[in-house]
């Protein structure tokens, strides 16, 4: 892996904005659009505002998720209205948002979207996050449907699924989309996620600490870590 800190937050959001938006353009100069899949939690609140200011042909990005909760889009636990909160503002109200959650569907049934998701692959960027638990995307440890989830060659592009650790039912990418992008960040903070990420990137049960399926399939991934 390819891990680079930082000393503040601040500059971890700054830089990474800035290196999305580069990516972004390159992809919209070649392939004249992008897409970008990012998380949710607490982590990219600031990455996505200093990413909202960035200069870019924002009409032509879409932006998706890696994961979503099972949560109509005004909760307070929708990746989505975090998205729309602090990413889709100023000239990034410009972009496209595909959501995951949609109120006619279920986590079982959330495969019938997925043709509104293989337009924008390979995704120009993915910006993964990780918990304490060592889990990304909604892949949870004892999650259900973790083993076809992260299947190496599934060819299921969203999943459902539910764990103890997941609060509400959840939809997650699987793991080549989110793998195979043309760029793909580990953005992490606090000490506590360095050893758990540090941990991970040692021998053990993968299915125990999920990120490690990540590591696996990419082990080039940029990591971008702030105390």
Do not use: C
Request: hydrophobic share 40%.
């Amino acid at each position: 892996m390819h891990f680079t800190a930082f000393d503040t937050r601040e500059g971890l959001a700054q830089w990474l904005a800035e290196t999305v938006a580069s990516a972004l353009r390159k992809s919209i100069s070649r392939r004249e659009t992008a897409s970008l899949a990012v998380s949710g939690g607490s982590t990219p609140k600031l990455f996505f505002q200093h990413l909202s200011r960035q200069v870019l042909d924002w009409d032509k990005v879409t932006v998706t998720l890696v994961d979503e909760r099972w949560v109509p889009g005004n909760s307070d636990r929708s990746n989505a209205r975090l998205v729309a909160i602090e990413l889709l503002q100023r000239d990034a109200a410009r972009a496209s948002f595909l959501p995951l959650y949609r109120p006619e569907l279920t986590p079982e049934t959330i495969g019938e979207i997925e043709d509104e998701i293989s337009p924008l692959l390979p995704f120009s960027t993915v910006v993964l996050g990780m918990g304490a638990d060592g889990h990304t995307a909604s892949f949870f440890p004892g999650g259900k449907n973790l083993e076809a989830a992260v299947k190496p060659d599934t060819q299921r592009l969203l999943i459902g699924t539910e764990a103890e650790g997941a609060g509400e039912p959840r939809v997650t990418l699987t793991l080549p989309p989110l793998v195979n992008a043309e760029n793909t960040f580990l953005h992490i903070e606090g000490q506590q996620k360095r050893d758990v990420l540090e941990e991970a990137s040692g021998a053990g049960d993968p299915a125990a600490m999920p990120i490690r399926f990540v590591l696996a399939a990419l082990p080039d991934i940029r990591v971008v870590w702030a105390p």
